[in-house]
Structure formats: structure tokens, C-alpha cells
């Protein structure tokens, strides 16, 4: 049975994001191209990993169906309690706020120190890949581009992360560093 997806939440490069026609608390992530339907299938395949490491941090993804703009990848809708209103990207929640609270400051800690630990290398953290998540009184920080795994468009021969490990962590590092530098933060000794 084909989805049909008419309220559009959000639109990246890459993808494109519905309310779930059926189910207010999910949402339907769409390729805009044919080429990319092969990096939802990725985001399913790595589900159970992101699960056991990054729970508190990404969404859960449920599988994958056919819809009116193609393939799409149904996930968790996220947002605020008690309101049910969307939660925020990083780059709106910061207009609003003006700086990265302490409360996420500790949880971006926490969030890169595991992807740190675990060796999973990511190198895109822009503020439209965050989500600010209000429960109640508390704020939680989602990380909403797991697409991007161990995925670098200039090196679509050379897995740097399987051949010389330190070097992608280097380079995640670098990453990491820069968004606090962004963000007039100092970077934590755990992340040096």
C-alpha cells in the first residue's frame, strides 16, 4: 500500500520530510532523488546500532514503504511535551535562546564522547542536523542525520574510516572542535 504524503515538516538537501498521513507521532523521510533511497536503506540497516549507542540521542526508524513521492523511511515524530508542538532545530532554537543552554552542553558532551568511543564517524554537525526536544521542564538533544555514517562525498573509493581509523578520528575531531568554536564554547577536555 502506497503512503500519501501531503504535509511537508522540513525539506534538506538530501531529503525531505512528512507528517505520517495515519500516525500523528511518526513522520516519513523521502529521498528527493532516486540515487539516495540506497541511504534510507542505511539508516534502517543501522538502526540497532545507533539503538545500543546513541538511544537517547536519534530517533527510532520502523522500515521502509512506498509512497506518492517515492521510497520512504518511517520514523518517530519529535516533539515537545506537553504541547506535542515540533521540536526546534538547533539553528531556530538558538534565535530564540542565543546560546547553547548547560543542559545541552553536557548532553553534546555526552553525544560526541560516544560517537568517539563507539567509532562511529560522522563529520556533519550543522545546526539543522540537531533537534531541541522540550519534556516539560528538561530539554533533550536528536541528532537527526544518521544518513551520513561513515559517508564522505570525496571519498566514494577510499573509506578512510575502515583503512587508517586514526586519521577519521582526526578528522572527526576537527569536526567536533569546530562546532564548539562555532558556538563560543570551549571545547571539553574529553574531546581534545
Known sequence: MTLILKNMIHH???RACYYHPDNPQLCVKVALQKK?????QKEIDNNELFQKTLSSYVTRYYELVPTNYGLGLISDLITDTPTNTLSL????????????SPELQEQFQDFFKRLLKYKLWFYDFNNENFLVQKQGDKLRLVFVDTKSLNRNNSWSFFKLEYIIPTLAKIRMKRRIHRFYKVHHLGVPNSLK
Open 36 to 40: 539516495h533511497n540506497k541511504l534510507l
Open 89 to 100: 532545530r538547533l539553528r531556530d532554537w538558538l534565535k530564540i535562546h542565543k546560546s547553547i
Open 12 to 14: 534538506g538537501r538530501v
